[in-house]
T-cell receptor
């Protein structure tokens, strides 16, 4: 089983829909991240959770709502999105910073390709 | 605020040749980490190589090596003996010590020509 799994891989939604992206990691990590990847732009950090607590919220619009019920699962709830929100959403995980196992490496999922009509 | 700049949107290299991808960054901090990540088409982004800022020695991983110039805030990636499987987007990234905030560049698309 792959280390970081994201579902669905592809999602098309209307601007009035509500949907969720799911991320699951099987690496024993305690930090999980959501990134937005748009063409020709740097990866944008959206949220970071460490031991289920949100440590970073990078001024993300409230139409994106994260949820981290435990260290292995991360969700991104989507509602009333705009066409400019269409992008590849990447989930990543890592050891927490104080861990001796932390090498700084992020482990990414394959991403969820979101299209907002 | 820290920034990472990759000035080459696209590069090409002949198979078996060597290519260097450029990255510059801006920070006022002295303790940080730098990374190169590879994202093959429709596949997961994976770590290629990492460098701790306090280490003067350049990191190497098999065919991949970096040229870390701390004073110039430059962090280039050299790929030797390029292979078809090296074709991908390459992202340079920065992380301050003690934070979870990784900052990425815009990426360089590497094409490997047979």
């Amino acid at each position: 089983e792959t280390g970081v799994t994201q579902t669905p891989r592809h999602l098309v939604m209307g601007m009035t829909n509500k949907k969720s992206l799911k991320c699951e990691q099987h690496l024993g990590h305690n930090a999980m991240y959501w990134y937005k990847q748009s063409a020709k732009k740097p990866l944008e950090l959206m949220f970071v959770y460490n031991f289920k607590e949100q440590t970073e919220n990078n001024s993300v619009p409230s139409r994106f709502s994260p949820e981290c019920p435990n260290s292995s699962h991360l969700f991104l709830h989507l509602h009333t999105l705009q066409p400019e929100d269409s992008a590849l959403y990447l989930c990543a995980s890592s050891h927490f910073i104080g861990s001796l196992a932390n090498t700084g490496e992020l482990f990414f999922g394959e991403g969820s390709r979101l299209t907002v009509l | 605020a820290q920034t990472v700049t990759q000035s080459q949107p696209e590069m090409s290299v002949q198979e078996a040749e060597t290519v260097t991808l450029s990255c510059t960054y801006d920070t006022s901090e002295s303790d940080y980490y730098l990374f190169w990540y590879k994202q093959p088409p429709s596949r997961q982004m994976i770590l290629v190589i990492r460098q701790e800022a306090y280490k003067q020695q350049n990191a190497t991983e098999n065919r991949f090596s970096v040229n870390f110039q701390k004073a110039a805030k430059s962090f280039s990636l050299k790929i030797s003996d390029s292979q078809l499987g090296d074709a991908a987007m390459y992202f340079c990234a920065y992380r301050s010590s003690g934070t979870y905030k990784y900052i990425f560049g815009t990426g360089t698309r590497l094409k490997v020509l047979a």
